[in-house]
């Protein structure tokens, strides 16, 4: 059973990650190790960190589950005026990977690199046609948007909500850890 388990996401990479707390007494403690793979209901993720700071739990720290993209190096990555989309699919065709594209953008381009890998010609092509890509991991698909969300403009207030914070410190080598918990036990 894991503890204060969380996921974040990061827009400009497409990617998820995973922390979350085990018991050290667990009885699934001992496959818990780097390399592995984690899956969630809807992402996959292979374990990158493992952070034992007390006795009682490990923290454990997942990555999202690319490797098949970021692993295969093309010797030479020759796409010669192919379509954008065309370039996507040559990039994911050394994987079990599949596209979703759902870009209005149908330009032609050529790229010749060597030794370059399908995840780091994905962010280029992206990058130079201004779209944005999202890595479905669980069902190893890639897809490519326009725009994936909108600008909603912004919201100006005048309103102070500031609290004042103090330090403290002494020349003690002790550091005190807080965990919040909400009502009703509610993990925070």
């Known amino acids: 059973s894991c ?3 969380y996921t974040t996401e990061t827009l400009d990479t497409g990617f998820k990650s995973l922390c979350f707390e085990v018991p050290c007494k667990d009885e699934f403690f001992e496959i ?3 390399e592995n793979y984690v899956e969630t209901a ?7 960190e493992l952070i034992l700071e007390d006795n009682d ?3 454990v720290r997942c990555s999202a589950n690319i490797e098949e993209l970021t692993g295969r ?3 030479i990555f020759d ?3 192919m379509g954008v989309q065309q370039i996507y699919e040559y990039c994911l065709s050394k994987s079990s990977w599949s596209l979703d594209y759902q870009s209005q953008d149908r330009s032609i381009a050529t790229y010749q690199l ?3 890998t399908g995840y780091d010609m994905i962010k280029q092509v992206a990058e130079d046609f201004g779209q944005e890509f999202w890595f479905d991991t669980k069902n190893k698909v890639l897809r490519i948007y326009d725009q994936m969300g909108s600008e909603f403009g912004a919201y100006f207030s005048n309103e102070l909500n500031l609290k004042q914070l103090t330090k403290q410190s002494s020349t ?5 850890v807080v965990f919040p918990l909400g009502k009703n036990d509610l993990k925070i």
Not at 42 to 48: A, E, H
Not at 172 to 176: E, G, I, L, M, S
């Open 3 to 5: 503890h204060n388990s």
């Open 32 to 34: 818990i190790q780097e």
């Open 42 to 48: 809807d992402y996959s993720f292979i374990i990158k």
């Open 57 to 59: 739990f490990i923290e």
């Open 73 to 75: 190096i093309f010797p």
């Open 79 to 81: 796409c010669l005026e």
């Open 114 to 116: 060597s030794h370059t």
């Open 172 to 176: 003690y080598d002790y550091a005190t």
